[in-house]
């Protein structure tokens, strides 16, 4: 498959990510392997911000530059400094566009101030609860690029502790992880890595993004992970007849029948 994928859309190995597209519409899987579906939502963008900062802070430290209200009100005028609305006038924005222009002329993520504050105070309370001591020690960031069963998959997990793999997700509710570990197919990277790594023992570390940030530890059941693996093979058997079908894939639609 590495050679078929190579030549159908320049790149030799797949992802969790790339899997889950997989389980739909296959155009949009292609246009994600191509590299064309590069806009992040909001949530996936805290996400990255908090993991960095959770697992790789000196990276986080010079990765991004903190952009806030407070920062940028230091920059204006004294009448924007003064009004009751200042973000509502002409001089604010010019110096927020003229902060974001700079910092990514460095090279820098620009992030907000709340972000960047709640993001760390969601890892305090990690710390707090005794979840960053425990089952969130480990390697972190452990990269592989493995096959699995013949297909070759690459991808970063959050942490490898002795005997368990942990990944942590930010979440709306704690409660309701359980249909998104269906709906955002969780269950298929905790396949892929418990398969790749040869451990069984696999959870997450749930918190919630509103406060107190509640956390939550959430064992993935042996249920789970076979769900995870039909649908993985499920995905590569749509990959596949994806890569042996000759269509054109120059049209920017889907087409299909029903």
């Known amino acids: 498959m590495r050679d078929k994928l190579t030549e159908r859309v320049g790149k030799g190995h797949l992802s969790y990510s790339s899997i889950k597209y997989a389980l739909g519409d296959m155009k949009l899987w292609e246009m994600y392997m191509r590299g064309q579906l590069k806009k992040e939502s909001d949530a996936l963008k805290f996400g990255t911000l908090y993991d960095m900062l959770l697992f790789e802070r000196d990276k986080a430290m010079d990765t991004y530059a903190i952009i806030g209200h407070d920062q940028i009100l ?109 709906s955002w197919n969780y269950d298929i990277q905790a396949y892929i890595y418990t398969k790749v790594f040869g451990i069984k023992n696999y959870y997450w570390v749930v918190q919630e993004k509103t406060f107190p940030y509640y956390p939550a530890l959430v064992k993935c059941s042996e249920e789970t992970l076979f769900k995870g693996e039909m649908k993985f093979h499920e995905a590569v058997e749509n990959i596949t007849k994806w890569l042996e079908d000759d269509r054109p894939t120059d049209k920017d639609y889907a087409e299909f029948i029903v």
Request: glycine fraction near 8%.
């Open 74 to 182: 230091a920059q204006c005028n004294e009448k924007t400094m003064s009004s009751k609305s200042p973000h509502l006038t002409s001089d604010y924005k010019a110096v927020k566009s003229e902060m974001y222009e700079d910092a990514q002329k460095g090279g820098l993520t620009v992030c907000s101030g709340d972000d960047w504050s709640m993001a760390n105070d969601m890892i305090d309370r990690l710390v707090a609860c005794g979840l960053l001591g425990t089952y969130l020690k480990g390697k972190y960031q452990v990269e592989f690029n493995e096959d699995i069963n013949g297909i070759p998959v690459r991808g970063f997990l959050d942490c490898l502790g002795k005997d368990f793999i942990t990944d942590s997700k930010s979440a709306r509710s704690v409660s309701k992880f359980r249909y998104d570990v269906n």
